[in-house]
């Protein structure tokens, strides 16, 4: 498996466009996080997803952030309308539970997403 | 939910010294304990991790601790190199949930 696949890894958009980051779980993993990492915040989880189904999406900014996953294999972050302060490392990962219960995550390469 | 305090936020240390980085959790819930080491524009890495049911773990240089009485755990890095530098994050799983210390910036110096 190629691990968790990001597209794409940097992302320049103007104020108030829309931005949308995608996916791609490891093939059989259960779980999918969506993370965001500034300088000031460290690590912040935004949403994550249980089978597809989003199981606690509290740490979403506000309503302009929106994450979707259709099926197994993709995930999206929406970002609408954009602003400078969505400027961000934003990462995608995922890990296994069910009988394995205490696996690490994986992450992705992340996007590096500029608005301007 | 849980909370995950992590200390120091920056380290320094001469090469070959060891490095010491502490972590606490509130949740007794949490039952896994993964460290993450993050080179400078790249993703988070495991690089070990620890069961709720292990009080000590060790992987050559590299050894972790788990008091689950005090909900402290700590990474021990021994007769560090310069490439030891980076960001190295604490976390706790939870009911599936990854809780992520605010990283420590390791510097290891020449």
């Known amino acids: 498996d190629a691990g968790v696949i990001q597209s794409p890894r940097h992302e320049v958009t103007e104020m108030g466009q829309e931005v949308t980051l995608r996916c791609k779980p490891i093939s059989g993993h259960d779980y999918l996080f969506w993370y965001r990492q500034t300088m000031m915040r460290g690590l912040e989880l935004l949403i994550y997803f249980n089978n597809n189904v989003p199981i606690d999406d509290s740490g979403m900014p506000e309503d302009r952030f929106s994450a979707k996953m259709p099926n197994a294999s993709f995930s999206t972050l929406k970002i609408q309308p954009s602003e400078p302060r969505d400027s961000a490392v934003y990462f995608c990962?995922?890990?296994?539970?069910?009988?394995?219960?205490?696996?690490?995550?994986?992450f992705g390469q992340g996007t590096r997403l500029t608005v301007v | 939910g849980e909370n995950v305090e992590q200390h120091p936020s920056t380290l320094s240390v001469q090469e070959g010294d060891s490095a010491v980085i502490k972590c606490t959790y509130s949740?007794?819930?949490?039952?896994?304990f993964p460290w993450y080491k993050q080179e400078l524009g790249k993703r988070p890495q495991l690089i070990i991790d620890?069961?709720?049911?292990?009080g000590e773990k060790k992987d050559q240089r590299i050894a972790v601790t788990l008091n689950k009485t005090a909900k402290h755990f700590s990474l021990h890095i021994t007769e560090t190199q310069p490439e030891d530098s980076a960001v190295y994050f604490c976390a706790a799983k939870a009911r599936n949930q990854f809780y992520f210390g605010t990283g420590t910036s390791l510097t290891v110096i020449p």
């Open positions: 990962a995922s890990s296994l539970a069910g009988r394995a219960m205490n696996t690490e995550a994986f």
């Open positions: 949740d007794s819930a949490s039952n896994y």
């Open positions: 620890i069961r709720s049911n292990v």
